[in-house]
């Protein structure tokens, strides 16, 4: 058997687990989780891969919606199959009993806990608006194709 | 799409399977949570005042289910259930610059 260059698949899901620091960090105040959180915004934004932290810029208003969105559940722990390290959220993202009509089509998952709420994933959907209804969020399986976010 | 259907079904709504677009009233006479204004309370409604629309989509990315109740012309109530199949979140451009 011989050697070969790899990205460690151990590294990635490390990663997701801030066991490494390659630069200037975060004090961690304890080996907890930190807590994430969805948030909304309308379709006429521009949320993507340059998105550094959540903004109430375009986020959604109406009536029942807090700004800032809604916390994320996270039970289950990042995990890795064959080279994939992969984490989904451990159950629905759900909005109850609000008004938003303004289409809006993106959910912003950013971290809660570090200061500046750094962002963690932008998703997309087809445009919706909701009166006087709650909006759902339901995840993807979790495993190395399907996960809400992967390091493949 | 099953997942979709089943919270739809708990819902009360009648959906076959290769409906897009289902309108009337089926079942029992709920209370419809309501929004008659743009800035008034959410109040209810009994279904059986309402007219109600239901649709599905699904494309590569999601599986969205929505109910709309209207009363008249306007929409009183819309709900939406979204479900993501697969996020666009992959990291292989990281994997290969350190890889």
């Known amino acids: 058997m011989a050697n070969s260059q790899a990205m460690c698949t151990v590294f990635k899901k490390d990663l997701m687990l801030g066991k490494h620091n390659f630069g200037t960090g975060v004090v961690r105040a304890s080996t907890a989780a930190d807590s994430f959180k969805a948030a909304l915004y309308y379709a006429t934004g521009s949320l993507g891969a340059a998105t550094t932290a959540y903004s109430s810029t375009d986020e959604v208003a109406g009536t029942g919606y807090t700004a800032g969105g809604v916390a994320v559940t996270n039970a289950t722990p990042p995990n890795t199959s064959g080279t994939t390290a992969f984490w989904t959220p451990s159950a629905s993202i759900e909005f109850p009993t609000i008004t938003i009509t303004t289409a809006f089509d993106c959910v912003l998952v950013y971290n809660d806990t570090q200061t500046g709420k750094p962002a963690v994933s932008t998703h997309t959907f087809g445009a919706q608006t909701i009166t006087a209804g709650t909006l759902t969020l339901t995840m993807p399986t979790n495993d190395a194709s399907n996960a809400l976010l992967r390091i493949a | ?99």
Not at chain 2, 9 to 25: A, D, I, K, W
Not at chain 2, 60 to 86: C, T
Request: proline letters at 4%; a negative charge; zero cysteines.
């Open chain 2, 1 to 99: 799409m099953q997942t979709i259907i089943n919270s739809l079904l708990v819902q009360g709504m009648v959906l076959p399977s290769n409906t897009f677009l289902l309108e009337g009233r089926v079942g029992e006479d709920r209370d419809v949570p309501v929004q008659l204004e743009p800035e008034a309370p959410i109040t209810t409604m009994k279904e059986s005042g309402l007219q109600r629309r239901v649709g599905v989509h699904e494309d590569d990315n999601e599986i969205a289910a929505w109910v709309e109740y209207r009363l008249g012309d306007k929409v009183v109530h819309r709900s939406a259930h979204v479900h993501l199949k697969k996020a666009g979140v992959v990291g292989d451009a990281l994997a290969a610059a350190l890889g």
